[in-house]
């Protein structure tokens, strides 16, 4: 089964500084990868997403992850928080049939200090 | 990218009501849209995953009877909430996945039902 864990459910930065959003899975085999954002009361948009091309997968808004299988993880980073990034975001893993499930992890809230 | 619409954004209900949630992918066909729940600050739990044309497949714990879902076609999936009680409100979210791009889902914008 999969499963996925995202290790902080609240992280806060002062804009400008660099952004980590941890988030570690569990898959039997090689899984496919989406950091998603939400917006209070918005629905989902996706951030970037691994499928087992590149390991470093670089998304919109200048944010990236890098898929290490060793250490089963994904982190989403960015290099410079803007204030416009506060939100919540999903990290999320998938099976690669067509009607594969999205499991999601429990979220990250991210908080962008002035 | 491809668009998923979600409507209506907001429908407030009396107990016992029906509420019908619809979920359009508006440029591409979607073989498969999923319904999601989410409770205020948790993550989005998957009730249901619709498959068009046939029946579909629950989430352990989701009543079949109580939300009940229609995927008539490709483009279009339906999720009513039978016999409303204020337990049911919640922000309903569906994702709709591509025919030909399988690894992605695209969400649409949720729904705030509010049974009172």
């Known amino acids: 089964a999969q499963s996925v864990t995202q290790l902080d459910s609240h992280v806060s930065v002062s804009e400008g500084t660099p952004v980590l959003l941890r988030c570690n899975y569990s898959?039997?085999?090689?899984?496919?990868l989406f950091w998603y954002v939400q917006h209070p009361n918005k629905g989902l948009q996706l951030l970037l997403k691994?499928?087992?091309?590149?390991?470093l997968v670089k998304g919109i808004n200048g944010f990236e992850a890098e898929f290490k299988k060793s250490e089963t993880s994904f982190h989403l980073t960015k290099p410079s928080a803007h204030m416009s990034d506060a939100a919540e975001y999903f990290c999320?893993?998938?099976?690669?049939?067509?009607?594969?499930?999205?499991?999601f992890g429990q979220g990250t809230t991210l908080q962008v200090k002035p | 990218g491809a668009v998923v619409s979600q409507h209506p954004s907001r429908v407030i209900c009396k107990s016992g009501t029906s509420v019908k949630i619809e979920c359009r992918s508006l440029?591409?066909?979607?073989?498969?849209m999923f319904w999601y729940r989410q409770f205020p600050k948790q993550s989005l739990m998957l009730m249901a995953t619709?498959?068009?044309?046939?029946?579909?497949?629950?989430e352990q714990g989701v009543e079949k009877d109580k939300f009940l879902i229609n995927h008539a076609s490709l483009t279009l999936s339906t999720l009513t909430v039978t016999s409303a009680h204020p337990e049911d409100s919640s922000f309903y979210i569906c994702?709709?996945?591509?025919?030909?791009?399988?690894?992605?889902?695209?969400f649409g914008q949720g729904t705030r039902l509010t049974v009172v």
């Open positions: 691994y499928t087992s091309a590149a390991t």
């Open positions: 619709s498959n068009e044309g046939s029946k579909a497949t629950y």
């Open positions: 440029d591409f066909q979607a073989t498969t």
């Open positions: 999320v893993v998938s099976d690669r049939g067509i009607t594969g499930k999205l499991i």
């Open positions: 898959s039997s085999y090689s899984p496919s």
């Open positions: 994702s709709a996945r591509a025919t030909d791009r399988v690894t992605e889902a695209f």
